[in-house]
């Protein structure tokens, strides 16, 4: 019988034979060679760590100092007040937690000066959540209704989530008529997302609905459906006018582009071929940003253009090219 000191655990160990010595000795060389292993992980994720901060110092450090430099000693604190005020609609605002927020917003507005984007602009709280709210309602006003024997009408307001769903929840109806007059006219647009989903139901597999371009084209991409057709109408009549903008444009063009039975009424479009992706900040605020173009399926810009109708809009040509 062999008596082995434990040291790590301070512990006496007895063994038979110098083999359970040795398999003991080589668990413990396992167990500390895993420690240093993880050590050695954890000393490099710290430096990586310090390295990210430290650039992200540098980077920043003009903003840093002149955010501490006007948030802790200059001393106009009252005029400072009532900028950030001014700015972020509020009264008595706590100037270090609003002022990144102020900042942009100073910023935002000089930019549309120069460049008239009034797509990109900043959410104030309280607008954000009445925005939400508004066209979430807006969206909940869609309409479906036969129109005759064989037509269904159906209006979609705006897209957003609430319209996306009307749509579907009312496709089981839809199937039973041949033809629809899809009502977009003072639709100025949404949810992109939306838009797509509502274009899945009427396009095949594969059939592309827009593609979008990024600044250094980077996020690059053409947007196709991913299932077959939901719904198949031997006419598809689409009613648009000067306020259709934007997600219905899109719309229009992934019908108008991929489907040979799809007639356009009514007035030029919009044209906006832009399109804003919204960020949430901190405190509530939100950023609206225009961030990329598309191009309808093959490949037209349509911005500042519009889509041009196939037919000004009259009740008896609705009914005529219903007729024929």
């Not at 994720?45 to 901060?53: C, D, R």
């Not at 910023?107 to 900043?122: A, H, P, Q, R, V």
């Not at 990329?292 to 349509?302: A, E, H, R, S, V």
């Amino acid at each position: 019988m062999n008596t082995y000191i434990d040291e790590e655990n301070n512990e006496y160990l007895l063994f038979e034979n110098g083999e359970q010595i040795t398999e003991h000795i080589n668990l413990i060389e396992k167990k500390l060679l895993k420690a240093e292993k993880t050590r050695n992980v954890f000393v490099i994720l710290t430096i990586v760590l310090a390295t990210v901060l430290g650039f992200l110092i540098y980077s920043n450090f003009d903003y840093i100092a002149f955010k501490t430099m006007f948030t802790k000693t200059y001393i106009y604190q009252s005029s400072l007040q009532e900028l950030v005020d001014w700015e972020l609609d509020e009264e008595n605002a706590d100037i270090g937690k609003y002022f990144d927020d102020a900042v942009i917003s100073v910023f935002i507005d000089k930019l549309y000066e120069i460049s008239g984007d009034d797509y990109t602009y900043l959410y104030l709280p309280y607008q954000y959540i009445y925005s939400s709210e508004r066209e979430s309602a807006r969206g909940a006003s869609c309409r479906f209704a036969p129109y005759n024997c064989d037509t269904a009408y159906l209006n979609i307001t705006n897209f957003t989530d609430e319209s996306s769903e009307f749509v579907y929840d009312n496709a089981d109806k839809l199937t039973n008529y041949k033809n629809l007059i899809l009502d977009l006219r003072n639709n100025p647009g949404g949810y992109v997302d939306s838009a797509e989903e509502i274009a899945e139901i009427f396009l095949d597999k594969d059939s592309i609905i827009y593609s979008e371009h990024t600044l250094n084209g980077t996020f690059d991409k053409t947007v196709k459906t991913e299932n077959d057709a939901m719904l198949k109408f031997d006419k598809i009549i689409i009613l648009q006018n000067s306020e259709t903008a934007s997600a219905a444009e899109i719309l229009i063009g992934a019908l108008k582009g991929n489907l040979d039975n799809v007639i356009l009424m009514g007035d030029t479009t919009f044209g906006k071929g832009i399109g804003q992706i919204t960020i949430p900040l901190k405190n509530g605020f939100y950023l609206n940003a225009t961030a990329f173009t598309w191009l309808m399926p093959d490949g037209k810009n349509i911005h500042g253009e519009g889509i041009d109708a196939d037919y000004e809009y009259s009740v008896d040509e609705l009914k005529r090219q219903l007729a024929n």
